[in-house]
C-alpha cells in the first residue's frame, strides 16, 4: 500500500475515486427513488459527444462533456414535461444521439477509438492535477446539493403530487437532479469511465437497501459502499493490471451479492 | 366570511376533450363537502384542478387568493388519489409524514423542534405510533393510506382535499380515518373536500354532498336525500342513471 501511495497518479487517482465513490451514490439514491435508474447511462453518451467535441475543439474534455451533459439533462427533463414523450423514450433518444455523436467527432477530429476508450473505461494513469481540481470542485456540489437539499429532493422525487400542491418548485428540483446526475458523470469520467459511471450510481444504492430499512439509512449507507467500490476498484485495478472502470463496478457489484447474502441470512434467522 | 375554497365555472380539458364543464363549487370554514360520482365522471379531475395540478379555466380561490397568486401552503393539505408508495427508495412513515412540513421550512436546515413534535403528534393521531420507523411498504394498504393522510396533516392544514383516501382501506383504517377528521372539523374548524365511491365511517361527518355526472353538477344537497340509484351505492355498477337535479336553473354551490 505505502508502494502504492508513493506514486502521485495513484494519490491522485485514490482522491478522485473517494470524490467520485461519495457523488455518485449521493445524487444516485434520488434517481434510483424516481425509478430513473438508466438516467446515469444516458448522460454518459451525451457526456460522451461532449469529450469528442472537446477533442475537435481542442478544449479540456472535462469541460466539454460536463456543458453538454448538462444541455443533454435539460433536454431529457423539458422531453419529459412538455414534449408527452415517456422517459424511457427520451432516454432511449440520449443513448443513440449520444453514442453516434461521439464517435462522430472523434473522426472528426482525426483521434482513434483507444482514445475515447480511456473516457469510455476510466484510466487512472491520465488523471492530471486540473482534473483532479476539477473532479473535487463538481464532487463537493454535488454532494453538498444532494445533502443540503435531501427534504425537497426526497420529497419531489417520492411524490410529485403532494410536492407540488405543498408549494415546493417541483420543476426545478427535478431539473436539479438531472443536472447533478450530469455533473457526477463528468466527475466519474476519468475513474470509472462514462459506460460504466451509471453502475456507481445506482449499484451502490441497491447494495445499501439490502441493508436498512430507511431512506436517510440507504442515503448514507450507500455513499459508503459507492467510497469502498471506487478506491477499492482503484487499488485493484493498479494491482491486477485492470482498466478502473470495470474493476470498480465488479466490486461494488460484489457488495451488493455480500448485502444480499447478509440479509438473506439474518432473515433465514428471524424465522 | 371568506370561504377555503371557491370555485366558479371550472373547467378542465384532457385529451383534447372537456372533462370537467362549467363546475361551481364552495367549500366554507368548517364544512365538509363531499364530491360523488361514477369512474370518469371528473370528479378527480376537477380536485386536482382545485389544488393546482392540472390547468383549468374559470374561477378557484383558496381562502380569498386566486389559485395562481396562492402562496400559504400550509393551509392547504392534500391526499392524492394513489400516493407515492411505489418510489424506488422505501422510506419509513416517519420520513413521509415529516416531507409534509415542508411548507414550514426553510429551503436549506434541518427540522426543527416544533416540526419533530408535529410529525410524531400527525403519526399518533392516525395511530401509527408502534410503526413510525417501519419502512411504509411494510404496512397493509390501509396503514400507508394512514400515512399519507397524516403527512396532509401535519402542516395543521385549514382546508382538507381528499381524493378517495378510504378505496380498499380495511375497516380498521376507515373507522381510524373518519374518527380523527370528525375531530378536526368539530373541534378546529377545518374544511374538508373528500372525492370517494363510498362514504362508510365518513357518512355521518358529510354536511353536504355533490355528484358530479359527465363532468357537470348534477346533485347538490344532503347525503340522504340523493337519489337511490346514485352510483356510490353501487360503486361498481358503471355509469350512473340519470339524476335529476335538485336545482334546474342558476348556479349551483
Redesign the interface.
Known sequence: MSELLSYDFMRIALAAAVVTGLAAPAIGTYIVQRRLALLGDGLGHVALTGVALGLLTHVTPTITAVIVAIIGAVVIELLRMYAKTSGDVALAMLFYGGIAGGVLLTNLAGESAATLNRYLFGAITTISMSDLVAVLVLGVVVIVAALGLSPQLFAVCQDEDHARVSGVPVRLYTLLVAVLAAITITVAMRTVGLLLVSALMVVPVAAAQQLTRSFRATHLVSMIVGVVAATGGVVASYEIDTQPGPTIVVLALGLFALAALARGVTALRGR | MTPPLLARGVEVDLAGGPVVKGIDLTVGTGEFVTLLGANGSGKSTLV?AL???IPARGTIELFGTPLTRF?E?WR?G?V?QR??S???????V???V???R??H?P??GF?SRSDRVAVTEAIEHVRLTAKA???ITELSGGQQQRA?IA??LV?NPQLLVMDEPTAGVDAESAEVLAGLIGHLVSDHGMAVLLVAHELGPMRPLVDRAVVVDAGRVAYEGRVEDIPSDHPHDHPHSGAPERIRPVQEEGPLG
Open positions: 386536482r389544488v393546482g395540478l402562496r401552503r392547504l392534500y392524492p400516493p407515492g411505489a418510489a424506488g427508495v422505501p422510506a419509513t416517519r420520513e413521509i415529516t416531507s409534509g415542508l411548507s421550512r429551503v436549506m427540522a420507523d417501519q419502512p399519507y403527512r396532509a402542516a
